[in-house]
T-cell receptor, first 116, second 112 residues
Framework: GAVVSQHPSRVICKSGTSVKIECRSL??????MFWYRQFPKQSLMLMAT?????????EQGVEKDKFLINHASLTLSTLTVTSAHPEDSSFYIC????????????FGPGTRLTVT | KQEVTQIPAALSVPEGENLVLNCSFT??????LQWFRQDPGKGLTSLLL?????REQTSGRLNASLDKSSGRSTLYIAASQPGDSATYLC???????????FGGGTRLMVKP
């Protein structure tokens, strides 16, 4: 199946700093990528939909100035958490949708962010 | 608004048992349905995708069925193994341009 990678897998940062998370589709071109957040023992919460070459579409309640998303190429999307706070600590997962009519989504391994 | 429910929320079975995980959705107008597996602290692994025109999909010991009219899907796991222990999530796609709606997941524990 298609492979999606994320980097870093874990990151610890101090309050007030910014952190960038990369999501790459390794063997296919993804015109659309998604960013999710997951709290312990809960399901995934969609944060935003990222389309290559255009601005991301954010879900209600997600601050677009805090969670900056850039989908600069067909294989790379980045999520930057700006001015991080401890409450931003979470598990962030990206996914990429395969081209064609199947619209199957493949997920990255996730990034554990801890803000101290 | 589409709502996806998974029952049971948690399940513990002895090794070797066949088991069924349930997923129900409120809006039957879906494009496809995916079953995923998530291990603790990891991302999601796609197990099976069923298009709206299909009734079932099989992969190894896994079989997923879809009854769109009743808003239900089941994931059947044959001859369960301890390595099957994980959280299983189902997700539906309403239409081609939309995003997935996830169920709450079923945490499966297969005991040796």
């Amino acid at each position: 199946g298609a492979v999606v990678s994320q980097h870093p897998s874990r990151v610890i940062c101090k309050s007030g700093t910014s952190v960038k998370i990369e999501c790459r589709s390794l063997d296919f071109q993804a015109t659309t990528m998604f960013w999710y957040r997951q709290f312990p023992k809960q399901s995934l919460m969609l944060m935003a939909t990222s389309n290559e070459g255009s601005k991301a579409t954010y879900e209600q309640g997600v601050e677009k100035d805090k969670f900056l998303i850039n989908h600069a190429s067909l294989t790379l999307s980045t999520l930057t958490v700006t001015s991080a706070h401890p409450e931003d600590s979470s598990f962030y997962i990206c996914s990429a949708r395969t081209p064609g009519l199947a619209y199957e989504q493949y997920f990255g391994p996730g990034t554990r962010l801890t803000v101290t | 608004k589409q709502e996806v429910t998974q029952i049971p929320a948690a399940l513990s079975v002895p090794e070797g048992e066949n088991l069924v995980l349930n997923c129900s959705f409120t809006d039957s107008a879906i494009y496809n349905l995916q079953w995923f597996r998530q291990d603790p602290g990891k991302g999601l692994t796609s197990l099976l995708l069923i298009q709206s025109s299909q009734r079932e999909q099989t992969s190894g010991r896994l079989n997923a069925s879809l009854d769109k009219s009743s808003g239900r899907s089941t994931l059947y796991i044959a001859a369960s193994q301890p390595g099957d222990s994980a959280t299983y999530l189902c997700a539906v796609l309403k239409n081609a341009g939309n995003m997935l709606t996830f169920g709450g997941g079923t945490r499966l524990m297969v005991k040796p």
